[in-house]
């Protein structure tokens, strides 16, 4: 099978023939598999630390607010990769140090993409979260404190429900361009399917045939991640609410 599509595509003047090998499909084969490991981690850990973020920015309290602001606005201002170098060259350092050497550190690579990556995306889940909060009806916050609710009731039972069905459009353009970050692993040599790619084409001079695997790869992801949301959205949604 993998002999044909190879001939096949050898017709259109694309290189596949890496496919035939065992060491260089291996390495590709576990880039896919390492890129899909990062969004079903980065998904989840984006959102929960998205929801404890806005939660704090809208506390009400200082000492919850401002830090998580702080970060907010660091994260939001500068470029991911930047973040992830500092974190991976600076910080990991520091860790390596106060733990007595590299060989004693147990931040990995891909510890970093992950908490890099997922604290980026978790600041703007943050925003989404925080605007679909503040955009629940007054009326709304004041019966439920009429019943009895305590604050934190208030913001599990009413504000955080409200407030999600209003912001999952921006939530899951968040989580488009999660999938997308997930590519700045192979700064710091995650091989992750960009990083496994460049390590064939440097072998192989197959840059084109490559890259269109990589567009359609993540076309597909993120074509998914968007029909998922909107079914999400669809069936989440309040008659009458956020129209």
């Known amino acids: 099978m993998t002999s044909l599509f190879v001939n096949l595509t050898n017709r259109l003047g694309l290189n596949y023939e890496f496919l ?29 630390a998205g929801l404890l973020f806005a939660a704090c920015l809208t506390s009400g309290k200082p000492w919850l607010s401002t830090p998580v602001r702080a970060f907010v606005e660091i994260t939001r201002n500068t470029p991911t990769l930047v973040q992830l170098m500092f974190s991976f060259l600076v910080l990991n350092t520091f860790v390596s140090n106060l733990v007595g050497g590299t060989q004693n550190n147990p931040l990995t690579p891909f510890f970093w993409v992950v908490a890099v990556v997922g604290l980026h995306i978790a600041a703007l889940h943050a925003e989404a979260i925080r605007a679909g909060i503040e955009a629940v009806p007054s009326a709304t916050v004041e019966a439920a404190r009429g019943i009895g609710f305590s604050a934190l009731q208030i913001l ?88």
């Open 156 to 243: 599990r039972y009413v504000e955080v429900p409200l407030a999600l069905r209003a912001s999952l459009p921006a939530i899951v353009n968040n989580l488009i361009n999660l999938v997308k970050l997930t590519t700045v692993g192979n700064a710091i040599a995650v091989s992750e399917i960009t990083y496994a790619s460049i390590m064939v084409w440097t072998q192989r001079d197959n840059v084109v045939s490559l890259m269109i695997v990589i567009l359609l790869f993540f076309s597909i992801i993120n074509l998914a991640v968007a029909r998922i949301g909107l079914w999400v959205e669809r069936k989440l949604a309040v008659p009458g609410y956020g129209l």
């Open 20 to 48: 035939a090998t065992g060491y260089e499909a291996q390495i590709w084969r576990d880039g896919f598999i390492t890129t899909l490991y990062l969004i079903a981690l980065l998904i989840p850990v984006s959102l929960i």
